[in-house]
């Protein structure tokens, strides 16, 4: 009897329940139902959220930059970028990826690490290339100036070195200072000089028994300058310099003794597969 009476009165429980919980009999279902697709788009928005994070890689610093440095020294690298991510360097040495290393945010947006060279390293070009990645997305940026890595305590005998070939028991600072630069320049005249010989001789110097192209041009400047009538090229040969790396050449002139006349000189030094910048000289008739 007290179990019947019980059994009868559930319903009326259950009801009486709902009603202090503000849920109605029988929709209890539905009302979970229709919260699925409120919720599962939050969780859809808030993966695409981080999906659109802005990679931004801002600046990459190290104190290698343009100079040389020995296997000795260790290279602190820094990258300004987007707070938060994963970030790593990646050393390129003669155009290939040698080693990459995990950068440590030391502070929202600043990241660094440090690279350690083996005793016996020797790198002609060296570029740091930083590396971001956030879920998907990843980024790259290259610093732009190259630095170079000498082997500390390497002997002192002089070597000839090519681009990115390294040749054993060399001087490898020094050959790398001739890799660089070939010195170039003219010591008989200054730029824009007034001149009224009838043979110009021109000298300069540059690397000794370097090839100096030579290139000589005239024109006659009108209308306030801003008009160049070209007149003809009047040198145009290549010439080598002594041992001590002098040079010089001559500028016929011939009837050319237009006042105001100008003569462009452009010359360009030249050892084995290397070459020197260009550079300029004008000269002008009185």
């Known amino acids: 009897m007290i179990t019947r009476q019980c059994?009868?009165?559930?319903?009326y429980f259950a009801g009486i329940l709902g009603i202090l919980l503000y849920v109605p009999m029988g929709i209890t279902q539905t009302v979970t139902e229709s919260?699925?697709?409120?919720?599962?788009?939050?969780?859809?928005?808030?993966?695409?959220?981080?999906s659109q994070v802005n990679l931004q890689i801002i600046s990459i610093t190290h104190q290698g930059q343009g100079k040389f440095l020995t296997s000795d020294q260790s290279?602190?690298?820094?990258?300004?970028?987007?707070?938060?991510?994963?970030?790593?360097i990646l050393l390129l040495a003669d155009k290939y990826i040698i080693r990459e290393t995990t950068a440590r945010e030391i502070a929202p947006g600043i990241y660094q690490a440090t690279i350690e060279f083996d005793?016996?390293?020797?790198?002609?070009?060296?570029?740091?290339?930083?590396?971001?990645?956030?879920?998907?997305?990843v980024v790259y940026q290259a610093q732009n100036t190259p630095f170079t890595v000498a082997r500390a305590n390497h002997p002192q005998e002089t070597c000839t070195i090519r681009r990115s070939q390294l040749i054993p028991g060399c001087n490898f600072a020094s050959s790398l200072q001739e890799l660089t630069t070939i010195p170039l320049n003219f010591t008989s005249h200054h730029d824009g000089e007034i001149v009224n010989d009838n043979n110009l001789v021109v000298m300069g110097e540059t690397q000794p028994n370097?090839?100096?192209?030579?290139?000589?041009?005239?024109?006659?400047?009108?209308?306030?300058?801003?008009?160049?009538?070209?007149?003809?090229?009047?040198?145009?040969?290549?010439?080598?310099?002594?041992?001590?790396?002098?040079?010089?050449?001559?500028?016929?002139?011939g009837n050319r003794t237009i006042s105001?006349?100008?003569y462009n000189i452009d010359a360009i030094a030249i050892?084995?597969?290397?070459?020197?910048?260009?550079?300029?000289?004008?000269?002008?008739?009185?």
Do not use: C, H, W
């Not at 390293?121 to 990645?133: D, F, N, S, W």
């Not at 070209?230 to 001559?250: C, R, W």
């Open 7 to 11: 059994s009868r009165n559930i319903p």
């Open 35 to 50: 919260l699925l697709p409120t919720i599962e788009p939050f969780y859809d928005n808030f993966a695409t959220v981080k």
């Open 75 to 88: 290279l602190t690298v820094k990258i300004k970028a987007t707070p938060g991510v994963n970030a790593s």
């Open 119 to 137: 005793p016996n390293t020797e790198i002609v070009e060296g570029i740091i290339m930083a590396r971001l990645q956030y879920g998907n997305q």
């Open 210 to 253: 370097a090839k100096v192209s030579i290139k000589v041009s005239t024109f006659l400047p009108v209308v306030g300058n801003i008009v160049k009538l070209e007149a003809q090229t009047l040198v145009n040969k290549t010439i080598t310099a002594d041992q001590k790396g002098n040079f010089s050449f001559t500028i016929p002139q």
């Open 260 to 262: 105001g006349l100008k």
């Open 271 to 286: 050892v084995e597969d290397r070459t020197s910048s260009s550079v300029q000289l004008t000269l002008q008739n009185n």
